[in-house]
């Protein structure tokens, strides 16, 4: 059973609101160590800067989308481990698929809450304290 | 505040900019722009404000949103196609969106009627049934697995991955005098990771030269680990005051870092061609890559690596609050600094080139410096104000059935925060003047010879330290017969007036003047251009017309770039020192005995060539002598005063022009009429800053009280 406080996430999103929103929730899970990255390129620096044990990170963004950021971070080896999420704001089969073809960890829709993102965070990690 | 309360405000904040990238994006494809970038960012911002929407329950925002997403979903998609008809009705939903957003915003609701009219003719140009347009739709999907994982990090991951500081310790002798021991720093150091360690002993003297209590040795520290600068810091807190400490964060290999940037970027941009270190780990990626995109996985890598190489502008949020009181006292700086400078050249004597004069001089350059810089941040491109412009275009241009088509100029050019905010109901009125009064019907045009779509203007920039905004329309022009007929009937000129063209122009500015020969909905409701005036002065700007009969008109305002400081003529009045705000003076004189002459008892009026001015002595009008200053022994400043054209205003002697720090007398003591604000002058006294408006306005209340019928009509003495 993970501690909740020794995950170390990213959250990436172009919206201020979203980051702000998923932040909160996961500091209500019990995280503390919370980076963020307004888009999948600047999401990339942060991880190759130091490297997160879980990504929350939204599908459609500039320059880097969501898919774009989840396939760099799996053909780096040193990220390998690094748990991804994605955040999709429209119930979008097609793009959970594809996603899911690259390797993402689990998927979320917005609007969120608390509950379903701690509840899709454990079905990666296993239960957390 | 509480955290949600908080995410509430910044998603406000941010609709008001995603509404923008919006209104821009729909323009540029109205333009004919219609590359995936610009349809993409259109899609995301109102697919943002739905997801923001949707984490604060704002359902009738989300259920619009909603349907205008699925139509730019398929606009994005190919589907349909964004044609002219189609892209109006997006305008339009951009435009119910904006309301939707303020309507939740301030807890109201929206106009249904309106919005669900609008959301069906959405629904309407849509092809079919939208993917995922139902309302309820599953927030789980079947059959998907997915790998779990366990909370662990490669332990020492490539790449740029862990931090490193290089620092540098040099103990000063006073470390050791206080029992500390630098062996003990740096085995502590040690704790936080791996260290390599670098004694620098050159300093060490001959063994005769040599203090036995000095300090001699200095350490470079190379440290990888995962410490942070401050646990770095921490381990110096009891010995910082007593070495040179610099901790500075190790460069690891920046170029090996942004190649490996731009390969991973590349990967995910386009599943481009495999950089060779990572080849066994990507085959499978490409093959699973969707095909497609080839011209853009080509410029991709050089496109990251460029933008890996220059970081963006960083950009913080800060509280106004905060640059507020920056600004104040950045203002009592500006005051003290002058205050100083008129000290010692009062005790120094003035061109006396003393070392203190000297440094004064580079002191008053850096408070300007400051001063600039500060002004800066409060500074903002007038875009906020012309973005919302396009809207009440196509609104106004809807409801009295012209076309129109405006044209933007100049709007990254910054001013003063508080300017910009005040720009949007002058610059409104005037577009929507210009619409109505300006422009002809497109039938009227045509047979003018003119394209039946009108063109408006509106373009910003700076000339001689001042913004100017002109507004600009390809209409009819002035009708100066109606206008002087209208002047007339009213009474705001004498029937025999003989006024040049721009004297006509100009009666447009006066109040209660309304050409409209029925009030139209748009620009009537009894607020006419003396309006546009009125808050252009409260700005301390100017505003003018200049028009061309079959050719159009111009209005410009020209504004001061900021409301904290003022140009100002510095006069004495009695024992008083004003200020009289430069911008309203026209010119000063000193009256001859053949200029004043009397009208009725206690008035005069001033010949200023071949015109009267109606003449307020100062000193009398505000209260500080009761006696009339003789004018020919003072100084009359010829003021353009609202409402009332040029008015003379007696003063003792003007003592010289300069800025001056505005300090509002409303927050400081309480709103006085004839005094607009106050500010410290550089021998430490307190000067009013006259409120020219106020004066003349309170002096014509008391000389109608007294004498009613003895004022000749106010125009007849306008230029």
């Known amino acids: 059973m993970p501690a909740a406080s020794s995950i170390r996430a990213l959250v990436v999103d172009d919206q201020l609101t979203m980051r702000a929103l998923v932040r909160a929730g996961l500091q209500q899970i019990g995280m503390t160590d919370i980076r963020e990255a307004a888009d999948g390129e600047a999401g990339l620096r942060v991880l190759l800067e130091k490297p997160a044990h879980l990504v929350v990170t939204d599908f459609n963004m500039p320059k880097l989308?969501?898919?774009?950021?989840?396939?760099?971070?799996?053909?780096?080896?040193?990220?390998?481990?690094?748990?991804?999420?994605?955040?999709?704001?429209?119930?979008?089969?097609e793009l959970v698929q594809r996603a899911v073809q690259y390797g993402v960890n689990n998927y979320l829709v917005k609007p969120f809450t608390v509950a379903t993102l701690k509840e899709k965070i454990e079905a990666v990690f296993g239960q957390l304290t | 505040m509480d955290p949600m309360e908080a995410i509430r405000v910044t998603f406000f904040q941010e609709c008001e900019e995603l509404l923008a990238q919006l209104e821009e994006g729909l323009l540029a494809m109205e333009q004919g722009e219609h590359d995936a970038e610009t349809i993409n960012s259109v899609f995301r911002a109102v697919h943002s404000i739905k997801g923001g929407g949707g984490a604060f329950g704002l359902d009738p925002?989300?259920?619009?949103?909603?349907?205008?997403?699925?139509?730019?979903?398929?606009?994005?998609?190919?589907?349909?196609?964004?044609?002219?008809?189609?892209?109006?009705?997006?305008?339009?939903?951009?435009?119910?969106l904006a309301d939707h957003v303020s309507a939740a915003r301030d807890g109201g609701t929206a106009d249904e009627a309106r919005s669900d009219a609008i959301a069906a003719a959405l629904v309407a140009l849509t092809e079919g049934e939208a993917h995922g347009g139902d309302e309820a739709a599953?927030?789980?999907?079947?059959?998907?697995?997915?790998?779990?994982?366990?909370?662990?990090?490669?332990?020492?991951p490539a790449g740029a991955a862990q931090a490193a500081w290089i620092i540098r310790f040099k103990p000063h002798a006073s470390l050791y005098n206080k029992a500390n021991d630098a062996v003990l720093v740096l085995r502590e150091l040690g704790s936080l990771g791996r260290i390599e360690v670098e004694v620098d002993a050159e300093a060490v003297p001959l063994l005769d030269a040599m203090d036995p209590e000095g300090a001699y040795l200095d350490w470079t520290v190379r440290l990888t680990g995962e410490a942070d600068e401050a646990a770095v810091r921490e381990v110096f807190s009891f010995v910082d005051e007593d070495c040179d400490l610099d901790i500075a964060a190790a460069d690891a290999a920046p170029d090996?870092?942004?190649?490996?940037?731009?390969?991973?970027?590349?990967?995910?941009?386009?599943?481009?061609?495999?950089?060779?270190?990572?080849?066994?780990?990507?085959?499978?990626?490409?093959?699973a890559a969707p095909a497609g995109a080839p011209g853009k996985a080509e410029t991709a890598p050089a496109k990251a690596a460029e933008s890996a190489a220059l970081p963006a502008p960083q950009t913080i949020r800060v509280d106004l609050e905060r640059v507020d009181?920056?600004?104040?006292?950045?203002?009592?700086?500006?005051?003290?600094?002058?205050?100083?400078?008129?000290?010692v050249m009062e005790s120094s004597g003035a061109g006396q080139a003393s070392d203190v004069n000297l440094a004064l001089a580079d002191l008053e350059h850096l408070t300007r410096g400051i001063q600039d810089s500060v002004m800066a941040i409060r500074a903002q491109p007038v875009k906020s104000v012309f973005q919302r412009m396009p809207r009440l275009v196509r609104e106004v241009g809807e409801a009295v059935g012209k076309r129109v088509r405006?044209?933007?100029?100049?709007?990254?050019?910054?001013?003063?925060?508080?300017?910009?905010?005040?720009?949007?109901?002058?610059?409104?009125?005037?577009?929507?003047?210009?619409?109505?009064?300006?422009?002809?019907?497109?039938?009227?045009?045509?047979a003018a010879g003119k394209p039946a779509e009108g063109s408006v203007r509106l373009t910003a920039g700076h000339r001689s330290g001042r913004i100017v905004i002109e507004v600009s329309d390809d209409g009819k022009g002035v009708d100066r017969a109606r206008v002087k007929a209208k002047a007339i009937e009213k009474g705001l000129i004498a029937a025999d007036a003989v006024l040049t063209d721009e004297e006509i122009d100009n009666l447009i500015f006066l109040p209660g003047f309304s050409t409209a020969a029925a009030i139209s909905d748009i620009s009537g409701r009894g607020v006419g251009m003396d309006v546009v005036k009125k808050s252009v002065q409260a700005l301390g700007g100017r505003i003018s017309i200049s028009s061309q009969p079959g050719q159009g008109s111009r209005f410009t305002m020209s504004l001061p770039l900021t409301l904290a400081v003022l140009d100002g003529m510095v006069v004495s009045v009695g024992d008083q020192t004003l200020v009289a705000p430069l911008t309203a003076i026209v010119e000063s004189l000193k009256p001859r005995p053949e200029e004043?002459?009397?009208?009725?008892?206690?008035?005069?009026?001033?010949?200023?060539?071949?015109?009267?001015?109606?003449?307020?002595?100062?000193?009398?009008?505000?209260?500080?002598?009761?006696?009339?200053v003789d004018p020919t022994e003072g100084v009359a400043l010829l003021v353009e005063s609202e409402g009332a054209g040029r008015v003379a205003l007696m003063v003792d002697n003007i003592q010289g022009q300069r800025q001056v720090v505005i300090k509002s007398l409303e927050a400081n003591y309480r709103p006085t009429e004839g005094v607009a604000a106050a500010t410290i002058l550089g021998d430490g006294r307190v000067a009013l800053i006259l409120d020219i408006d106020g004066v003349v306005t309170a002096n014509r209340r008391v000389a109608n009280r007294r004498d009613p019928p003895a004022r000749e009509p106010l125009a007849r003495t306008g230029t």
């Open chain 2, 138 to 156: 599953p927030a789980e999907f079947e059959g998907l697995s997915f790998t779990p994982m366990t909370v662990a990090l490669d332990d020492e």
């Open chain 2, 256 to 287: 090996a870092a942004i190649d490996l940037l731009s390969s991973l970027l590349a990967i995910g941009t386009a599943g481009a061609e495999a950089p060779p270190l990572l080849a066994p780990a990507i085959e499978d990626i490409i093959a």
């Open chain 2, 61 to 96: 925002l989300v259920r619009f949103a909603h349907v205008f997403e699925n139509l730019l979903d398929q606009i994005r998609g190919g589907v349909t196609e964004a044609g002219h008809e189609v892209i109006a009705a997006l305008l339009r939903a951009s435009d119910m």
């Open chain 1, 65 to 93: 989308d969501g898919l774009g950021l989840l396939r760099a971070i799996r053909s780096h080896p040193p990220l390998r481990t690094t748990a991804v999420i994605m955040l999709t704001g429209r119930a979008d089969a």
């Open chain 2, 596 to 628: 004043v002459r009397p009208l009725g008892p206690d008035n005069f009026v001033l010949q200023i060539r071949d015109v009267y001015v109606p003449l307020i002595d100062i000193g009398q009008a505000m209260g500080f002598s009761r006696t009339r």
């Open chain 2, 406 to 446: 405006l044209v933007t100029e100049g709007e990254n050019t910054e001013v003063d925060k508080t300017v910009v905010e005040r720009l949007s109901e002058p610059i409104t009125h005037m577009i929507r003047n210009a619409i109505d009064h300006g422009l002809e019907s497109p039938a009227d045009r045509e």
């Open chain 2, 325 to 343: 009181r920056l600004i104040n006292l950045v203002g009592e700086l500006v005051i003290n600094q002058a205050m100083l400078a008129q000290r």
